[in-house]
């Protein structure tokens, strides 16, 4: 098959992706530069407002967006082995998109949309910005949409066959993203937009948050199902092992979409609008998704032990050593899950309900997201751009040791970066603030702790670049060589026959979260329209 | 690598993860404990929020 358009479009994607991820990572170390106050010809609150804004845009929506649009194309074609659908449409969704990126960036970086990544109102940002993040997110569905026809094109071609597993978890991820989405859209339909544009006077921001909370915790998991697909079709490949369980690996994606939707109320646990007891509800389906989490881990290391043991590994942890550590794949996995437990204990201690008060609005927070998101989820993102950029661009990866030197290094500024960030936060350091500077003991004695951050951020941005230079040298460096390898998928031992239509189709889910959405978010959105805003609500108080 | 004859593969791709049952459970058990110490050791001795 003929497939330079769609390594022409992975490509694109993902070059936007990985400039965007750059230049976040030099905001992020002045971030943490100026926030410290070692240095005072940076101390501006407008300039670090700004500069973290567009720093948590470019991470959480650009980063994401176009790696997850990018990888997915890929995947979608290499798996079912078809061309994408409708590649014109494709090309339209990423320029859309990326028009987005660029018409929110002018107001980013020019101080008038320092809202940071969530925009709570009653900040309010250029209109410009609301209308970049919209044409984004517009931009995404095209990638949704087209995911999904393919998907059904495929079983509709292939009836009773079993959809790749690489596949069923791409097009649940594009199901998520629509589900997801949908919060914030209305809120900047709705709400956002007709008060930027000068519509309205006044907007209801209990709404305006309940309708963020929708998207802001399932957006999480948007984010990491890429790496969770790489963790099921390519880690036990890589190690020289078998995908554990096919039916384990389908179930985990699904439990996982699933459950992360109906429960974004514990990013609402302090604030007023919302009754306890949907909150109780929010907070106990939280719990909820730590079991596909344990489904995963359990089973790509039960792969990986396979792979250890089949390479001479003996007794009960001998297995470890034996692993191909050389192997970037491996190497990012193993990383990535040490900086899962961590950081999904940050995320347990967020999610209970009386104990997050300790550490609600502290450093604890952008700790955990920061474990979670920037370490395992992006270390997996450079990963899989290990092994696709030699295919997609039929040149080998210019140096093996120094993507195990890049790999390390991120690890280790993460784990020195976010450390002293959780300490912080048990110290009572608030987040979203841009001075820790007050000049009385308390706040001196957080100094150390800044210190070890710059020092994991400077490490951190040097992996960063890295990275970056890796892929540059890869796709435009003077080598003749030409790689010939194509994407493999790990596959089961003995393989799949008659899987049960529930883990093989997405209609029956799709219903399940509708039912899930409508009981979790339907009073508490209703509520802002039969009661008076400024009243309680009728439940739980 | 270790060369194995196909017989020796089967055994080991077929036997149960034991090493990996008792990472998992380890896991498991240390985030369990590390709750408890930040519920009974930090949290609940910082008392009501005034």
Known sequence: MNDNTERNLALSHMWVAFIAFILACFMGEYQVLERSGFIEALDSPAMYFASVSTHGVLMAYVLTTFFIMGFGYYTASTSLKVPIWNKQLAWGGFWLALLGVILAAIPLLSGLASVLYTFYPPVQADTMFYVGATLLIVGSWVWCGIMIVMFLQWKEANPGETVPLAMFATTMNAMLWLWTSAGVALESLFLLLPWAFGWVDTIDVGLARTLFAWTLHPIVYFWLIPAYTAYYVFVPKHAGSYLFSEEAARAAFIVLVVFSLPIGFHHLYMDPEQASGWKMLHGVGTFVVAIPTFMTGFTVIAALEIAGRLRGGKGLFGWIGSLPWTNTMVLSIILSLLMLIFGGFGGIVNASYAMNAMIHNTAWVPGHFHLIFAGTTVIMYFSIAYYLWPILTKKPIYSNNLALVQLWTWFIGMSIMTTPWHVLGLLGQPRRISSVVYNNLMTLSWEPYELLMIMGGLVLLGSACLFIYLLVKTQFGSTTEVFEGEVEYAETYHPVKDLPDYLNDIKIWNKVIAVLMLVSFGIPILQFFFLDTYDSSAWGY | ?50
């Not at chain 2, 080991?12 to 034991?18: C, R, T």
């Open chain 2, 1 to 50: 690598m270790n060369q194995l004859n196909e017989e020796e593969r089967k055994k080991i791709i077929e036997s149960s993860p034991v090493g990996t049952w008792v990472l998992m459970l380890s896991v498991g058990i240390s985030m369990v404990i590390g709750w408890l110490f930040l519920y009974y050791g930090v949290f609940l001795p910082r008392g009501i929020i005034n």
